[in-house]
């Protein structure tokens, strides 16, 4: 997997082979239903590692409520470095076709990952992952995904310079309140197993626990297991143990706490050291709206922002106030009658720009998704979300 993780560079979705069948299972258990969309959704992730490193995801949406980008950097001293992002595009029933992920040179983004998605209507079909050499984009790694009713393939491909050979199988089948997920590679001719994992759902359809075992001719042989602990719907509390051949060693400890709306606020990660626990880096799942959706962050410490994208056009919908360029990328020319004054704000409450003129420069602000507040001449206001590029 070298190649995979030289041609991904820093992009967090797919640096190692176990994060390329998180990203597999996701998609599968979007299809089975487990996974939900949700209009409360990331603003901002700020998470840091043991040592100190501080590390910042930032999320743009635009007017179509659709991500428009993500992009991460690190914290040096007082300022930001660029370090790698994403775009999106989507058709036009709202799925991601293709996201593009760029690394920071320095001076300019450089394009680094390509990922292309095709669908039959609206269930996914094929994936491809291409990487940027010499000017060129190169096939690296292509999935094929089947469903027949409770049962779901993802069949890997890779290219090597002149095809696509068949490399890994996973299949995914559903009983009840179990999904078990067996992973197998070509050898011979044929299929060997390598893993299997058991995912135990509980009744709310939450994933209460997940058993890994690798294949050891000729049976399963535990290896991992994760287990959450729910309160109110969420999981405060998650535990990854690892088998040392005869009983179940404390591995990690991740505990979350939540706002009133079910969205992970805060996660932290503890490391076992034999004795007791204690502050290390591991992959914190931050979970939101529920656990409608989740995202994971590396570090000991992430704390999550979020934005209510539903209130935010449901006031847009219902205003009188006209704005235009949508997206904005120099100024924006507001109509209104009896207009008074704007203010521009993050969407964490923070005002950043305000004028009494009706056309407003917004050239200073970065890339992403503020409200608009517009007064009129007796006092009353209406906000409504603008988009700036």
């Known amino acids: 997997m070298a190649i995979l993780v030289m041609a991904f560079g820093n992009l967090g979705f797919a640096q190692s082979k176990a994060e390329m069948k998180a990203k597999i299972t996701e998609r599968v258990f979007k299809q089975y239903g487990l996974v939900r969309e949700s209009y409360i959704v990331p603003q901002q992730a700020n998470y840091y590692e043991s040592d100190g490193t501080?590390?910042?995801?930032?999320?743009?949406?635009?007017?179509?409520?659709?991500?428009?980008?993500?992009?991460?950097?690190?914290?040096?001293?007082?300022?930001?470095?660029?370090?790698?992002?994403?775009a999106y595009e989507y058709?036009?029933?709202?799925?991601?076709?293709?996201m593009l992920g760029q690394e920071w040179n320095g001076y300019d983004w450089e394009n680094s990952l390509l990922v292309s998605s095709t669908y039959d209507v609206d269930v996914l079909s094929e994936v491809v992952y291409q990487y940027y050499l010499n000017g060129q984009w190169v096939n690296l790694l292509k999935e094929v995904y089947n469903f027949e009713g409770d049962v779901w393939t993802v069949l890997e491909w890779e290219w090597n310079g002149n095809t696509w050979t068949s490399s890994v199988l996973n299949?995914?089948?559903?009983?009840?309140?179990?999904?078990?997920?067996?992973?197998q590679y070509m050898?011979?001719?044929?299929?060997?197993?390598?893993?299997?994992?058991?995912?135990?759902?509980?009744?709310?359809?939450?994933?209460?626990?997940?058993?890994?075992?690798?294949?050891?001719?000729?049976?399963?042989?535990?290896?991992?297991?994760?287990?959450?602990?729910?309160?109110?719907?969420?999981?405060?509390?998650?535990?990854?143990?690892e088998w040392d051949g005869g009983n179940?060693?404390?591995?990690?400890?991740?505990?979350?706490?939540?706002?009133?709306?079910?969205?992970?606020?805060?996660g932290e990660c503890y490391g076992f050291g034999g004795y007791d626990w204690a502050p290390a880096d591991g992959d914190i799942d931050i979970a939101y709206n529920y656990n409608a959706e989740k995202k994971s962050f590396y570090g000991s410490v992430v704390d999550m922002v979020?934005?209510?994208?539903?209130?935010?056009?449901?006031?847009?919908?219902?205003?009188?106030?006209?704005?235009?360029?949508?997206?904005?990328?120099n100024e924006i020319q507001i109509q209104a009658e009896g207009f008074q004054k704007a203010e521009i704000y993050s969407v964490t409450g923070q005002k950043m720009l305000e004028s009494a003129m009706d056309k407003m420069n917004v050239s200073s602000l970065s890339q992403g998704v503020y409200l608009l507040k517009v007064y009129d001449q007796s006092g009353n206001s209406e906000t409504q979300r603008i988009v700036v590029k």
């Open 54 to 86: 501080q590390h910042r995801t930032t999320y743009y949406y635009d007017e179509s409520e659709f991500y428009l980008s993500e992009e991460i950097t690190e914290a040096y001293g007082d300022f930001w470095e660029n370090e790698s992002r994403i």
């Open 306 to 329: 979020y934005v209510d994208l539903t209130s935010v056009n449901e006031n847009a919908q219902t205003s009188n106030v006209k704005v235009y360029p949508v997206p904005a990328e």
């Open 171 to 183: 299949t995914y089948t559903r009983d009840n309140n179990t999904i078990v997920h067996v992973v």
């Open 248 to 266: 179940w060693l404390d591995e990690y400890h991740y505990k979350f706490e939540y706002d009133e709306m079910g969205n992970a606020k805060h």
């Open 187 to 241: 050898e011979g001719g044929a299929w060997q197993n390598d893993e299997k994992y058991t995912y135990t759902l509980d009744f709310d359809e939450n994933v209460t626990e997940i058993l890994m075992q690798d294949w050891a001719d000729p049976q399963w042989v535990n290896s991992e297991k994760t287990s959450y602990i729910y309160e109110g719907g969420v999981y405060t509390d998650q535990y990854v143990q």
């Open 91 to 98: 058709d036009f029933n709202g799925n991601v076709f293709e």
